[in-house]
């Protein structure tokens, strides 16, 4: 069984599996609930403007990215960011982050944009991004932790 990359939409099955994942990795620090997480969820898999990409080995979702309109408040004039990138523990290392990045970046360009952005924790992860394509931009704090947003030109998705 080959691995899929697939932009999931409102009613699939994944969209619970993307939720749970999201908001414990994320939103339960932010103070989300996983129903308000599932929510978010669904209205992205509905949007026009942003979408929801899962790696899938036959029915099994092996891990997901969104592409958002904002996701970093202060920084709207930056459009559209990957959020989420996530895979799951037993499937890293296999080129799944990789090969989701690229499913949102060529979303991307075909929606018009020149740039996608991401913001990371400073750590092991700038450096994944920058052998990706990705610059760092500017940098912030929050909750006395420092990030990255970075940039990465799209028209071209270097590997």
């Keep these: 069984m080959a691995l899929k990359i697939e932009e999931i939409k409102a009613g699939s099955p994944h969209i619970d599996t993307v939720a749970k994942w999201l908001n414990s990795q994320w939103g339960q620090a932010q103070g989300y609930s996983l129903s308000e997480t599932l929510d978010w969820c669904t209205s992205l898999a509905n949007a026009e403007d942003e979408a929801i990409f899962a790696a899938t080995k036959g029915q099994r979702i092996l891990g997901a990215a969104l592409v958002v309109e904002c996701d970093l408040i202060g920084y ?24 989701l990045i690229h499913a949102a970046c060529d979303w991307s360009a075909r929606m018009g944009h020149e740039k996608i952005y991401l913001y990371a924790p400073d750590g092991s992860l700038i450096n994944y991004y920058r052998n990706g394509g990705w610059d760092p931009l500017a940098d912030f704090e929050r909750g006395g932790e420092s990030f990255k947003i970075m940039a990465r030109p799209l028209g071209g998705t270097p590997d």
Excluded: T
């Design 76 to 99: 709207e004039i930056f459009k559209p960011w990957l959020s989420g990138l996530y895979v799951m523990e037993s499937a890293r290392g296999n080129e799944i982050g990789r090969l």
